[in-house]
């Protein structure tokens, strides 16, 4: 039962839901453009009075009877799906990816920029002292050969100086 609750309760299903609804009012409103102004238009072309009594082939059953193919039909039915689609697109679609780019137009921007006054580090703040005292004592540090001095050889670290051995 908890992991249906999780389930119910995600984001996308959330999404999804609203998304089926609001494609269930697009699709009321499509239809009625579509019966009250484009079948009659197209039914004037083909002399119907709407694209469900246009276009119709009669093809002979097996029984000796008649079927009727309703092409008009079929037609709306497609003219619907291409008007909502196109409605979706433009009105949900566009927008959302033109969002989605502006959002990652300014999270690039923000990471490519780097700020001015970046407080050094506690190990840069160290290193520095040690160079500023190293030159405070003079020859008697880089001469002395104590526990905490780097030999000559030492690689160079990562310094505000650049010049600070490890």
Do not use: C, W
Request: proline fraction near 5%; charged fraction near 15%; avoid cysteine.
């Amino acid at each position: 039962m908890k992991g249906f609750k999780e389930f119910l309760l995600r984001g996308n299903v959330i999404d999804l839901a609203v998304a089926v609804v609001i494609g269930a009012a697009f699709t009321a409103i499509v239809t009625t453009i579509v019966n009250a102004l484009i079948n009659p238009l197209i039914g004037a072309v083909f002399n119907a009075s709407s694209l469900d009594k246009a276009l119709i082939v009669s093809i002979p059953t097996v029984s000796g009877g008649s079927a009727d193919i309703l092409f008009g039909a079929i037609i709306g039915a497609v003219l619907n799906f291409v008007i909502v689609a196109a409605v979706v697109y433009f009105a949900l679609v566009v927008p959302v990816n033109r969002l989605k780019k502006l959002a990652f137009e300014r999270v690039q921007q923000n990471e490519e920029q780097t700020p001015q006054d970046v407080p050094p580090t506690d190990v840069e703040v160290l290193l520095e002292i040690r160079d500023l005292l190293r030159t405070q004592d003079g020859a008697a540090t880089t001469s002395g050969g104590g526990a905490h001095v780097a030999p000559s050889t030492a690689p160079e670290g990562p310094g505000i100086s650049g010049s600070t051995k490890l």
